[in-house]
Structure formats: C-alpha cells, structure tokens
C-alpha cells in the first residue's frame, strides 16, 4: 500500500487532522513527547542507557526526538535499516540482527565508516571474518546471546566463548560487550509472571557473561529489554542498556498484556485514522482500514475514537473494515474514527508518512524512511 500524504499546505492549520487523507498512521505529538520522557526519566533512574528499537517506527524524525530526549542512539533490525536513519543523520546505530555473507558484511562494514558510533552483532566465528574481510576500519560488535527463543544469538557459553575468541584474533574487530533479547517476554501477561522470566533469562546471560570473562573477554555493555520487561529488566541488575520501542506508540498487543502494570503506563500515542465510506447497512458502517491498513498478527484494531470505544471491529476485505453501529447513535457517512493498532512494527510498515499533530492541528508530515527495509 502507498499512503498518500496530506497537503503540506494544511500544515498548521487548526482543524487540519481533519482532513488528513486516510488511511493514515497519526502521531499526537504531546502524548509521544510524554511517553519519551517518561521512559527516559525511568531509564534514568535505573542507571540504564536507553536505545530505542527503531523497528518499531523506521522514521528519522521520531529517532531524532528519541535521542534529543536523552537517548543514547537507536536500534535497527537490519542493515537497509540502519542505512535509511544513517542517510538521516542518526550518528549512533546498533544493527540488532546477525548478517551472513560478504555482501552483507560489506555493507556493514560501509555504515561502520558512514555512522560516528556503528555496532553489529555477531553470533559466529564466521561472521567475525567476514566482517573482518570487509573491514575499511574498526568495527564495534557485540555478541548476540539467544535467551531461549531459538532464532538468533549463541546457543550456550562455549559457543559465546568461540566468537569471541573469534572476534579476538580480528585487530579490526572490537569487542563491546554482549546483546541479549528476550522477546518472547515482552507480552507475557502479569508482571509477576514477566519478572520470572527474565529472572530466568537474566541468571543464564550471567552465566555466559561469567563464561566470557573468564576466557579474557571484556563485557562493558549489556543490551537488551523492551517495553514490557522494562521493569524486570531494570531489577535484575544485568542489563547496562535498554532497548524498548513500542512505548512510544503502544498498541493492542501490549495493551492486552500489560493492562495497569508499570510497564503499560503509557499513552496510546500512534492511531491509524479511517473514514466511514458507506452507512447502509442498519447493523454496522464500512470504514476504508481493512486488512492493508492494519498489522494482522495480533489482536483486531479497536475503535479510539470514543464514541464507537464499543463497537467491535472486523476485517471486511483488503480494503475495507466493519464496524459496528455503537448503541444508539446514529454514524454518518464521512466520520471519522481512529484505531489502536493492533501490533505498531508491521502496522507502521504499511505507512509512507506518520503525520504528526497537536490537538486537532497537523504539524508535521514525516517520512518512514526505513518502510520496507527488510535485507
């Protein structure tokens, strides 16, 4: 889907939201500004580093706020990633994800000239060479440790123990530390329940950091966390660096999971806005979000618009959503109604542009530089 921007000519204008075209990804820039500094003041507090997750967003504009507000950098998924924030001046990037090959190792090795502070993961000797091979100057890794989800990162401490050595006998490697992400805990519902698995997880890192250290390795930084097991995360006392992402938007997924707990005390800052293009039917109107509008991993959209805060939304097509008549009131063609995304990293993706408003006046039109970037 190509989301068509608003007149940039309405910039300004009060009313303006009003008329922005839809389908389209909206960001009530007081609630995210408020969600921003509260996770900054937390991360503070906790004597934790905060590197948001711009996989989350892929927009410069929103990276750039982030790190204004006392972020240290930004994290990308993957390298197309770290390329789209690297041409938009972000200056501090750490590519979560492990690269295989020499392509990709050159073009990491690209950013690492481009980027003023560039990290990568590694989780094999192989990748340590071919990082190594394409080398035009040092290159900051960190080791990525798998906390039991089974999709990327060291299996154990004797594999860990092999990359770095691995990393060791590469003069243009240098080693910064480990990376750790558990997100299998990040919706697990209850905070006492979330806590238990990063304890969990949190006691097996320790273990391969102790197995580290005692082969020579110097462990300064430990990345990883999220939204959800911020507070856990922040207990353990493991971790020197956070990297959440969806605080600054949420969505269903973490709404349903984190409910009243800490973690969840954050605005619905990020809305998908949809118009109602046919009242016909006495039962329900059709609304023009439907299945390319929408992340459909997750939990269905829900109405944020108060009026229909009841009405029960279903997928009508690729196109198309229906949404119940909420009890007695009528719902004219026209209306508009905003949604909470059901999950925001792929919801965002659908999006060209995040338009950006303060009460009912759009303020800026911001381009998702890294929509797409998947190599």
Same mark, same amino acid.
């Given at each position: 889907m190509?989301?068509?921007?608003?007149?940039?000519n309405?910039?300004?204008?009060?009313?303006?939201r009003?008329?922005?075209?839809?389908?389209?990804?909206? $960001?009530? $820039?007081?609630?995210?500004?408020?969600n921003?500094?509260?996770?900054a003041?937390?991360?503070k @507090?906790?004597?934790?580093?905060?590197r948001?997750h711009s996989?989350?967003?892929?927009?410069s504009?929103v990276?750039?706020?982030?790190?204004?507000?006392?972020?240290?950098?930004?994290?990308?998924?993957k390298?197309?990633? =770290?390329?789209?924030?690297?041409?938009?001046?972000?200056?501090?990037?750490?590519v979560?994800s492990?690269?295989?090959?020499?392509?990709?190792a @050159?073009r990491?090795?690209a950013?690492? &000239?481009?980027?003023?502070?560039?990290?990568?993961v590694?989780?094999?000797?192989?990748?340590?060479?071919?990082?190594?091979?394409?080398? &035009?100057?040092?290159?900051?890794?960190?080791?990525?440790?798998d906390?039991?989800? %089974?999709?990327?990162g060291?299996?154990?401490?004797?594999?860990?123990?092999?990359?770095?050595?691995?990393?060791?006998a590469?003069?243009?490697?240098?080693?910064?530390?480990?990376?750790?992400?558990g997100?299998?805990?990040q919706?697990?519902? %209850?905070?006492?329940?979330?806590?238990?698995?990063?304890?969990?997880?949190?006691?097996?890192?320790?273990g391969v950091?102790?197995?580290?250290?005692?082969?020579? =390795?110097?462990?300064?930084?430990?990345t990883?966390?999220?939204?959800?097991?911020?507070?856990?995360?922040?207990a353990?006392?493991? $971790?020197?660096?956070? &990297?959440?992402?969806?605080?600054?938007?949420?969505?269903?997924?973490?709404?349903? =999971?984190?409910?009243?707990?800490?973690?969840?005390?954050?605005?619905?800052?990020?809305a998908?806005?949809a118009?109602?293009?046919? @009242?016909?039917?006495?039962?329900?109107?059709?609304?023009?979000?439907?299945?390319?509008?929408?992340?459909t991993?997750?939990?269905l959209?829900?109405?944020?618009?108060?009026k229909?805060?009841?009405?029960?939304?279903?997928?009508?097509?690729?196109?198309?959503?229906?949404?119940?008549?909420?009890?007695?009131?009528?719902?004219?063609?026209?209306?508009r109604?905003?949604?909470?995304?059901?999950?925001?990293?792929?919801? $965002?993706?659908?999006?060209?542009?995040i338009?950006?408003?303060?009460?009912?006046?759009?303020?800026?039109?911001?381009?998702?530089?890294?929509?797409?970037?998947?190599?």
């Amino acid at each position: 889907m190509t989301s068509r921007a608003a007149d940039p000519n309405l910039i300004g204008q009060p009313g303006s939201r009003a008329l922005i075209p839809t389908p389209a990804a909206v $960001l009530d $820039l007081d609630a995210f500004d408020r969600n921003v500094a509260k996770m900054a003041a937390r991360a503070k @507090a906790a004597g934790l580093a905060l590197r948001p997750h711009s996989k989350s967003h892929k927009c410069s504009a929103v990276a750039h706020r982030q790190i204004e507000a006392g972020a240290v950098g930004i994290c990308c998924a993957k390298l197309a990633e =770290a390329e789209a924030m690297a041409a938009a001046g972000v200056s501090a990037i750490l590519v979560t994800s492990p690269i295989a090959g020499a392509a990709q190792a @050159a073009r990491a090795a690209a950013l690492a &000239q481009q980027v003023a502070d560039f990290r990568i993961v590694i989780d094999h000797p192989d990748g340590a060479a071919e990082l190594a091979a394409a080398s &035009q100057g040092p290159i900051q890794v960190l080791i990525d440790v798998d906390p039991g989800m %089974g999709r990327s990162g060291v299996h154990d401490a004797a594999q860990a123990v092999a990359v770095f050595r691995a990393i060791a006998a590469q003069p243009n490697l240098t080693l910064l530390g480990v990376q750790c992400y558990g997100g299998h805990w990040q919706h697990i519902e %209850g905070a006492n329940a979330r806590a238990a698995a990063v304890a969990d997880g949190m006691a097996y890192l320790s273990g391969v950091i102790a197995a580290l250290r005692e082969a020579g =390795a110097k462990i300064g930084v430990v990345t990883g966390g999220g939204t959800g097991s911020f507070a856990a995360d922040a207990a353990q006392g493991v $971790l020197t660096e956070v &990297q959440p992402g969806s605080y600054a938007f949420m969505d269903r997924d973490y709404r349903d =999971a984190l409910k009243a707990d800490p973690d969840g005390a954050f605005e619905q800052a990020l809305a998908i806005a949809a118009t109602v293009i046919s @009242a016909n039917h006495p039962q329900w109107v059709t609304v023009d979000a439907g299945l390319k509008a929408f992340a459909t991993d997750g939990p269905l959209p829900v109405a944020l618009t108060p009026k229909f805060a009841e009405a029960a939304y279903r997928f009508f097509g690729d196109e198309h959503g229906r949404l119940m008549r909420p009890d007695g009131e009528a719902v004219a063609r026209g209306e508009r109604v905003d949604f909470v995304p059901p999950h925001i990293d792929p919801t $965002l993706d659908r999006y060209d542009v995040i338009h950006f408003v303060r009460g009912d006046t759009l303020v800026e039109i911001a381009p998702v530089e890294a929509r797409g970037a998947s190599q």
